[in-house]
Structures are given as structure tokens and as C-alpha cells.
């Protein structure tokens, strides 16, 4: 851990403000991924701008029959929510498939959104990783890639949006509200939110330099039965190898969209219009173009029968 | 004490204390955070500076050069060692690898610098400053590749298995060629690290030339005499304790890097130093169980009987590292006329291969006991059966050996019976329960009890207060309270009248903890010094020791009872002695067996594979407590859990490296992958054992478990993985379609 300068500034364009101002300043919520980067030298901020204190923590009715919820609301917070428990099952199933009850108790939405992959030649610092140091080339294609992605990968980066709750999100359809240094805002749909690696992996996000996010929105609730299936290689507290989120309607159409397989949650809403003729398919089409490596090429098959299990479940 | 003929009538045999359940004495120490582990001990030596040890960035080759310069210049930093301030250190017991100093870069992760500064922080920060200029070479890493150049290589495991490069019994080739039924298969087992909770860390303090290290190690007095020849000083200069330990499995039997570094940076920074191997450090610095590849062979009549068993194992490791012995206990589990073993050593690049809990029986189960169940199935007999009707009461290869005590049987046959064994099915894939699959496996538990020497001191003092001392270690096995009963029974008192001192190489060397030899050894020993205690509090009190009752804290003669503490009114009593053993190993085999058993259920859809159920039924000679001897064997079975479903340290085979070298990425078992485990022990003591007639269990636990649960999955699925771990990407293909 590199030493660093630290701040609690009183509102959200502050926050902004305070990044913008500074190079290599960075904000710090939940702190539950960034200060263990910190620690390994992943991530060297010079100064932290600490968010907690901004009052972003509510979860409240939006006018368009939806949930906004605050940036700093934290997993547990928003997994027993009775709205998000009634109407938007398929979140509060997701995080609570995520991490430890600890864990949870830190993490807040907007870091969730924020978190980096788990890739391991990302955390060694002593192997080449275009993600964390542009330009030195990638291990894991030719490396041990188990678990990382099959679709939407590039050459320079196979690495995996490692989090539960952005799939559920996406398939969701929320927003993401940010504030920037001048005080404007602005909403960024989910599926926008997350990039591919392309030719720079180490750029995530649609976010710009010190844009704060303040507030995830849901639109209204999508009713439809709604599941979350996370398949990993134990029983709890491990990063999935493949997610599924689903929401299905009464009369068989739904949306759906993948954890673990891609650099961001993986929904093509063309791939939703085969859902009628079942979980092959719509993997079919939804994972058209895969390249996965022989280690994760598991994959594909897996998401199909995971799909299939949790249509089968959705319309049980 | 000679223990030379089988044990009689003792003390020990009242058992009022010794084999009754007992909460650890310890454990509220341990609950409370009031055990001072190594890193927690800041009250031992004033003026502790933090130690930050910076791992090699290449998988081999040497090092040109290191620029420390800023390092030196960081804040806070009181002193940088690099490996090329000092020639090649030499090696202590039993390392393959050096631990530091010279340009040589072995393997990953390989220590090369040390910073210490005032705060860890600092140290840590300026570590990464350092620019190491390497010369790479070309290593090798990729066992399967290199297995076709490997070589026969005799070895032992350092925990009591091992073998020449070939051992033959008869005609092997012969018998096998002439069976009616034969299988031949062949299982490989991955690298795995032993992921203990705590890390290897030392605080290092020298007062002149004399070096103190509180450490966290399973072997003191191997730790002291491996300091001294590595760092070239007098082993009566050197104090190693280690009164606690949070885990070690293996990975602390012998002196690792933060001990060695530790003591060198407390000298260049002339203060005393602290440091911990940080995880990622703990999968590459340090050793690891070597994966395996292994051939198995049996051949038999049509009836099941065997006839023919040959188990071949290849493991790699670096230049002068040794072989994973796992065909020792195909030696000795199974009759059989003709017989052939055999290891072959491949060379690898990859960090050190050394013992981990079981070493050689672990993963030389999991494929035993997997072929035997292949076996089973192609014979149409059922696989408790088989294993019962190929039983041995001889050593097999020395007909003229017998067991001490064996009940292999018998834990199959109660185990079989108390996890309702008969509803099992013996087609595979017929049992559903909703979203799953289900079934049930079995295999047979083994591993050996080791008979080594061990001391202890015992004191009595004016209040009746019994201390022992021993160097003897509690790695969390329950070492302090079972030490405690032996004491409470041997003098006649309670256990709150018995203080408990270990792990200070200033005390009477023990076994030490490792090839679950400790608490068998480790308690004789302190019999013995008990005895000579007896001995001496007789004579004080003026009484025949032969014919002293003790009991209730008193010394009983005929009609006379003296309060033990009186013995010691006129000044404390002193009493050293230890447990030597004379050739009753030679004539007798002595192992511990158990009939494992799982049941597991596969997703119908996933392929994920979730235990539902677990059984042990353990014949280990008399448990000394059937309470941590339980925690014990339930450890066992749970790293067994993790060895067959999901542990594997991912090799780079480009780069050379092991790359989930932390506990996010190498996963073991959580809470919610161990539903519910039973243990049985088998009511049997082992007169040949000690005078304690108890012997090891701590890693009979681990021992078959993997197979007993490929076993059950195969049972459930119909689908035979021979590749651990058993992850759902090796099932998934085979798997009918879903539903």
C-alpha cells in the first residue's frame, strides 16, 4: 500500500470535484475490493475521497413506479428491502449469492458496480496484465483460464466482470445516475455501464474521470417470475463460474442475461425472442461468436443447462 | 523408559480422565484471542521492527542485479537484505530449495529481499520499490510432460511412508496376464497448498550471538538444529517457541523462510524483527503436496479374490526433492500373492514439493481406493464386500508380520451398517431427489502409526501442582489436553491441577507433531516422566512406589493417605524422563484404518457436486479424547471434501508458477459445503502401540475420504472422473440431458 492523502468532503459534487482535482485520487465506499488492491499494489490511489458520509444511502420510490437506490446502500441493506424482495427478486437473490454476510454488510451498490475481475494474473504483480499495466500483454489466454470469459473478449484481455449483483441489474434495466466535478448529471443505462476489454481493458467503465456515481435506478417492477441461478465450485462464498438472471412472463417471454462468462453482465435482448423455444436456443444465439479457451470452453454447455434450469424453475 | 514388549496393566487403564471427552484447555484461550500466536507476541522483546519479505518474479533463473536504493531511501526502512548481500545459505532438515542468499532463482516466489521498517505498512510499501534485474531460463513445469522422462526413485515421505523405487512380491506381470477379471487405470491428483488459517511468521531477537525465534512450527527441536546449520551458529544458541500454532498441516515441519529471513534481518536491522509470509507468498515461497500421476493394476479370480495389485506414482520436484509416496499402503491394505510398487521422480521447476497432512496415503487413496471400487463393480460385487474378502491380517510382502491390531472390517462393516449402506444402489444413476442426483460411496481408510521418542518433564510443587514441560506442539489438535489427562491420571488429580507448557525448545524434545505420530508418542512420553515422578514422590513420602495408590490427590499406602503436595513441602519436585522404543515396530505392523463413507448429490442440470452426508468409523487404538479426537478425524474428512471437489493449485505451465495462490482463488471447503459428518471410534486399545495403547488418527481422517466421494458420485452419476479435483467441467459432458 502506497501512502495516500485522504478526505470527507460534505456533498457529491465535492466528491467529484475532489477526484477531478486530483491525479491519481480515487473515491473509497465499501473500501471491501479496493483496499485489498491497495494492499497488493493493483491499485496505488495518491489520495482517497471517502463517499460514505454523502447521505446516499436511502432507497426510495421513484415518480415512474420504480426504486432509486442510493449509491452507498449497502448489499445487505438492499437484499432485505421488502420492495426489492417483492418486486425485484432476482436482485435480492443475486447478492445474496454474493460473497460473505460481511462482506456484504460493506459493500455498497455503487462499489458492487465497480469492483474488478478476479483474474488471477491481474492480482500478481510480477506477471504481464493489460488490464493493470496497459501494454504488458495478457497471461491468461495462454494461461490458466478457467474460470474467466468466452465471449466479448478481446486479445488483449479475457478477464471477467467477477460480481453477481450487475447481472441482475442488467436484466433489470436500471440506470446509473452519476455527478461529475461541475455538478451536472447524467444517466448511464446498464447496458452502457460496462465495456468490453477491447484494446484497453484497463478502462471499465463509462464513467469519466471523477464522475460519482450517486444512485442506481430500477425502472418499474418487471413482474414475471423471476430467478437467479449462480453455479460455482462450492456451496458458498465463491465467485460464479456462471450466472443466470431471468425474468419470465406469464405468456413464455422474459428477458435473460449471464454472470461470469464476459467482462460485463451478458444480455442480448435479440437472444430473449427465442426464449419459446427453450435454453439451447437462446444460448445459441446469445453466446453466437463465443471463443472461449480450452479451459472454459465448459462454459458454454453450462450456461445453457443453468439457463435451462432456471426457466424450468421460473415457470414451475 | 524402554518400551520394548507390549504394555500391561497401568495407570493409564483406569481411565478417569485419560479417554473421556474433554473440552480443551486451551480452547478458551483460543476463543477469548488471548492465545498469543507467533506474529501477536509484541510482549516478548521490546522494540519489534516489521519484516516484509519480497518474492522472486520469475520461475528460474538468477538475478543480475537489484536496485534497492529507494527502497533504502522509503520512510521508515531500517534495513534492506537482498539474497545478494549473502552467499547461498545452506539447507536444514529436510528443504529441497534455499531459503535465501545467492544469485539462484529455484522456483516462484523464491525469497530474495527483506525490508524492515518501524510500521508493516512501511516495510511492505518499500518492497515494492526494489527492481530486481532477473536472467529468466527456460524451466520445466508441466508433470504430464515431463512424467515420460521421470525416474525410480526410493524414497521416504519424512512422515513414515516410503519405499524403494520398485518393490516386487512375487510375480506381478505373471498373475496379472493370467486374471480372470483385471483393471488397469490410471488417477491423477493435482498440487495443493495447505492453506492453513495461520501464517508462517517469526519475531527474531538476538542477545550477543545467541538467536531467539518465536515461530509457529510443528518440529522444535528439528527447527533448532536446521537454524543453527543454516545459519552456521551453535544449536545451543539457538531457542526456538512455539506454544501456539494456527494450523500447519505440513507446511511448518520444517524451518521455512520467515524463520531463516527473520533472524537475518533482526541482525542487519540490529533490532528485533517480525514477519509473516503473506498468502500469496504461502502457495510459491513455500512447500506444497506434489500432484501425481498414478497407474493401478489388479488382476483377480472371478470370485474377488486378488490376485495381483501393482501401483506406480509419478511426482515431480525440484533437482534432490523426493517423490509423493503414494503406493505405500497398497503395500500393506489388500492380500494379494504378487505384488509391485513403484515411484518415479520427474524433475520440475515448480516451487518444492514436501509432506502435507497424509503425505503419500492422501492422495495414494484416492486412487487405490477409487480402482478398488472400478474393481468391485467389474467383479458384480459390492464394494464393502471386496474390500472385506481381500482382507490381510499379515503384513503382506513379510507374511511373518503381523498387526499389531487390526479392524479394518470392522469399521466397514458397522460403518456400512449405520449409514444404511444397503439401500444403495449398485447401478449408478438411478436415484433422484428432486434437482439431483444422488449416491453413495464407500473406501477404506489407512495410514500408519509411527513410533518415536519422546520426552518430558514433570514438576510438583508445595500447592500440588503438577507442570509439564515438553517441546512437544499443539498445531490445534488438543496436544495440551490430552497431555493434561495423561498427568490428572498418572498422579491421581484433576485437571485443573495440571499447568501445560509446550513448544519451547528449552523443554525435553518431543515427537513433535507430524505423521500423526504426536499424540500417541507425545503422551508415553510424559508417562514415563510421570512414572519416575511416582517414583520420587514415594520416596519422599516414605512409601513403596510399587505399592502407592494415587488418587483423589492423595498418595495411598495400605490404610494411609498423604496429600501429594506434602510430597513436595519441603521443595519441588523434579521429574525428566521420555519414551524410547525397541524393535516391537519390526516385528509388528502397526497402522490405523477406517471405513469412510459419503453421500453425495450431483445437480441434474449443473453437475455440481454437494456432500450430503459423511461417515467415519475409525480403529485407531484407544482415543485418548473422543472429543478433539472427533474435531480431529471431522478436520480430516472436510480437507478430504476439499482435496476430491474443488482444491488444485493451477500450474502455468508457460510461466511456471502456481497462479490462485490466494484463498479467493484457491478454494477449500466452506461451512455450507460440510452438511453433516458422524464419527464412530472403534471401543479397541493397541497394547504394542506405548503404554498409552493409543495411536494416531489425526490424519486417518483425510485418508480415503476423496475416493469414498468420487465413489459416491459415480454411484450417483454413472460418470467416472479418474482426474481430481471432481469439478462439474468434467462431469457436465457426460451428464445425460437435462431434463
Request: charged residues 20%.
Amino acid at each position: 500500500m502506497k501512502a495516500f492523502t485522504y478526505e470527507r468532503p460534505g456533498t457529491p459534487a465535492e466528491a467529484a470535484a475532489a477526484v477531478a482535482r486530483r491525479p491519481g485520487a480515487k473515491f473509497i465506499a465499501g473500501g471491501t475490493n479496493l483496499l485489498d488492491l491497495m494492499k497488493l499494489q493493483i491499485e496505488t490511489p495518491t489520495h482517497l475521497v471517502d463517499v460514505n458520509g454523502l447521505g446516499l444511502d436511502r432507497i426510495e420510490p421513484t415518480p415512474e413506479g420504480g426504486l432509486r437506490i442510493g449509491a452507498l446502500v449497502r448489499n445487505t441493506d438492499l437484499a432485505a428491502d421488502a420492495r426489492v424482495r417483492r418486486d425485484y427478486a432476482v436482485l435480492a437473490r443475486a447478492l445474496l449469492a454474493g460473497a460473505s454476510g460481511q462482506l456484504r454488510n460493506q459493500a455498497t451498490t455503487a462499489g458492487n458496480l465497480l469492483q474488478r475481475t478476479r483474474c488471477p494474473y491481474f492480482y500478481d504483480t510480477a506477471q504481464p496484465c493489460n488490464k493493470r499495466q496497459p501494454g504488458s500483454g495478457c497471461s491468461a489466454i495462454d494461461g490458466v483460464s478457467r474460470t474467466l470469459a468466452v465471449i466479448g473478449t478481446s486479445d488483449a484481455c479475457i478477464a471477467t466482470h467477477p460480481g453477481d449483483m450487475a447481472v441482475a441489474m442488467r436484466v433489470l434495466d436500471a440506470t446509473v445516475e452519476t455527478v461529475d466535478a461541475e455538478g451536472s448529471q447524467r444517466t448511464i443505462p446498464i447496458a452502457d455501464f460496462h465495456r468490453l476489454p477491447g484494446d484497453t481493458p484497463h478502462i471499465e467503465t463509462a464513467l469519466k474521470p471523477g464522475e460519482l456515481i450517486t444512485a442506481v435506478t430500477l425502472p418499474k417492477p418487471p413482474g414475471g417470475a423471476q430467478v437467479y441461478r449462480k453455479v460455482r465450485d462450492r456451496a458458498s462464498y465463491a465467485y460464479a463460474l456462471v450466472s443466470v438472471a431471468v425474468v419470465v412472463q406469464p405468456d413464455g417471454t422474459g428477458r435473460v442475461a449471464l454472470g461470469a462468462v464476459a467482462h460485463k453482465p451478458w444480455r442480448l435482448e435479440a437472444a430473449e425472442a427465442e426464449l419459446p423455444r427453450g435454453a439451447r436456443a437462446v444460448t445459441e444465439r446469445l453466446l453466437a461468436g463465443a471463443k472461449p479457451t480450452h479451459e472454459n470452453a465448459y462454459k458454454l454447455k453450462l450456461a445453457e443447462r443453468t439457463l435451462g434450469a432456471a426457466l424450468t424453475q421460473a415457470r414451475a | 523408559m524402554k518400551f520394548e514388549t507390549p504394555a500391561g496393566q497401568n495407570p493409564i487403564d483406569q481411565l478417569k480422565v485419560v479417554g473421556r471427552s474433554t473440552d480443551r484447555i486451551d480452547g478458551k484461550y483460543k476463543t477469548t484471542g488471548t492465545a498469543p500466536y507467533a506474529y501477536e507476541r509484541h510482549d516478548v522483546v521490546p522494540n519489534q521492527a516489521y519484516g516484509y519479505v519480497l518474492g522472486a518474479g520469475i520461475a528460474k533463473g538468477r538475478l543480475r542485479g537489484m536496485d534497492v536504493a529507494a527502497a533504502w531511501k522509503a520512510p521508515g526502512v531500517l534495513a534492506v537484505l537482498t539474497t545478494l548481500d549473502i552467499p547461498k545459505l545452506g539447507l536444514g532438515k529436510m528443504n529441497t530449495a534455499n531459503l535465501f542468499g545467492g544469485a539462484e532463482v529455484q522456483h516462484y516466489h523464491q525469497a530474495i529481499a527483506v525490508v524492515v521498517a518501524e510500521t508493516f505498512e512501511q516495510a511492505r510499501a518499500a518492497s515494492f520499490l526494489i527492481r530486481p534485474d532477473y536472467a529468466p531460463e527456460d524451466g520445466r513445469f508441466d508433470l504430464a510432460a515431463e512424467a515420460r522422462s521421470a525416474k525410480p526413485v526410493g524414497a521416504d515421505s519424512a512422515e513414515g511412508s516410503g519405499g524403494g523405487p520398485e518393490d516386487r512380491v512375487g510375480d506381478f506381470e505373471g498373475a496379472f496376464a493370467a486374471a480372470a477379471v483385471k483393471l488397469d487405470e490410471t488417477y491423477t491428483t493435482p498440487d495443493e497448498t495447505h492453506a492453513m488459517l495461520e501464517p508462517h511468521a517469526t519475531i527474531a531477537a538476538w542477545q550477543g550471538d545467541r538467536l531467539t525465534l518465536w515461530t509457529s512450527n510443528q518440529m522444535i527441536a528439528w527447527s533448532k538444529g536446521s537454524v543453527a546449520k543454516i545459519l552456521g551458529i551453535p544449536p545451543e544458541n539457538v531457542r526456538v517457541d512455539s506454544p501456539y500454532i494456527g494450523g500447519g498441516f505440513g507446511a511448518k515441519l520444517f524451518v521455512r523462510a520467515d524463520a531463516v529471513i527473520a533472524a537475518l534481518a533482526a541482525k542487519a536491522a540490529r533490532r528485533p524483527v517480525k514477519l509473516a509470509l503473506t498468502r500469496p507468498l504461502i502457495a510459491n515461497n513455500t512447500t506444497h503436496r506434489p500432484a501425481t500421476i498414478q497407474r493401478i493394476r489388479i488382476g483377480a479370480t472371478r470370485d474377488g479374490t486378488i490376485t495381483a495389485i501393482a501401483h506406480e506414482s509419478t511426482s515431480g520436484n525440484l533437482p534432490e526433492g523426493r517423490p509423493e509416496t503414494a503406493v505405500d499402503q497398497t503395500k500393506l491394505l489388500y492380500a494379494g500373492a504378487n505384488r509391485l510398487t513403484a515411484m518415479r521422480l520427474a524433475r520440475l521447476d515448480l516451487p518444492e514439493g514436501n509432506a502435507m497432512r497424509a503425505p503419500g496415503e492422501a492422495p495414494g487413496l484416492m486412487a487405490l481406493e477409487v480402482a478398488m471400487d472400478e474393481m468391485a463393480e467389474r467383479l458384480g460385487l459390492d464394494p464393502v464386500a471386496f474390500r472385506v474378502k481381500n482382507d490381510t491380517q499379515v503384513d503382506p510382502g513379510h507374511p511373518e508380520r503381523r498387526f499389531s491390531h487390526r479392524d479394518l472390517v470392522g469399521c466397514l462393516r458397522l460403518g456400512a451398517e449405520r449409514f444404511g449402506w444397503a439401500r444403495r444402489s449398485a447401478k449408478p444413476g438411478q436415484v433422484r431427489d428432486g434437482q439431483w442426483l444422488v449416491g453413495l460411496g464407500v473406501a477404506a481408510g489407512f495410514r500408519n502409526n509411527l513410533l518415536t521418542k519422546s520426552a518430558a518433564r514433570v514438576r510438583l510443587d508445595g500447592r500440588g501442582i503438577l507442570t509439564v514441560e515438553t517441546d512437544m506442539t499443539d498445531i490445534g489438535t488438543g496436544s495440551y489436553t490430552i497431555i493434561a489427562q495423561t498427568v490428572a491420571e498418572m498422579m491421581g488429580v484433576s485437571l485443573d491441577q495440571v499447568v501445560v507448557r509446550l513448544g519451547d525448545s528449552d523443554f525435553p524434545a518431543s515427537a513433535g507433531s507430524g505423521g500423526q505420530w504426536g499424540a500417541n508418542n507425545a503422551t508415553a512420553g510424559v508417562y514415563a516422566a510421570c512414572v519416575k515422578l511416582r517414583e520420587a514422590v514415594a520416596q519422599r513420602l516414605g512409601v513403596n512406589s510399587a505399592d502407592a495408590a494415587f488418587a483423589d490427590g492423595e498418595v495411598r499406602a495400605g490404610n494411609r493417605g498423604t496429600p501429594l503436595a506434602q510430597a513436595a513441602a519441603a521443595g519441588e519436585l523434579v521429574a525428566e524422563d521420555g519414551i524410547e522404543y525397541g524393535d516391537i515396530a519390526k516385528s509388528h505392523q502397526q497402522s490405523t484404518f477406517a471405513g469412510h463413507f459419503v453421500e453425495v448429490g450431483v445437480d441434474v442440470d449443473t453437475a455440481e457436486v454437494r456432500v450430503r452426508r459423511m461417515l467415519a468409523v475409525c480403529a485407531a487404538g484407544r482415543i485418548l479424547n473422543p472429543k478433539s479426537a472427533r474435531s480431529q478425524v471431522i478436520g480430516g474428512m472436510t480437507m478430504g471434501v476439499g482435496s476430491a471437489l474443488m482444491e488444485e493449485l493451477a500450474v502455468d505451465k508457460k510461466r511456471g508458477f502456481f497462479v490462485n495462490h490466494d484463498l479467493a482463488t484457491y478454494e477449500v471447503p466452506v461451512h455450507a459445503d460440510i452438511p453433516h459428518q458422524e464419527v464412530i471410534f472403534l471401543d479397541e486399545v493397541d497394547p504394542m502401540s506405548s503404554p498409552m495403547k493409543a495411536k494416531g488418527v489425526g490424519e486417518l481422517g483425510i485418508c480415503g475420504v476423496g475416493a469414498a466421494l468420487a465413489n459416491a458420485v459415480y454411484n450417483a452419476t454413472g460418470v467416472r472422473v479418474r482426474d481430481y479435483p471432481i469439478t462439474l467441467d468434467k462431469l457436465l459432458d457426460r451428464l445425460p440431458d437435462a431434463a
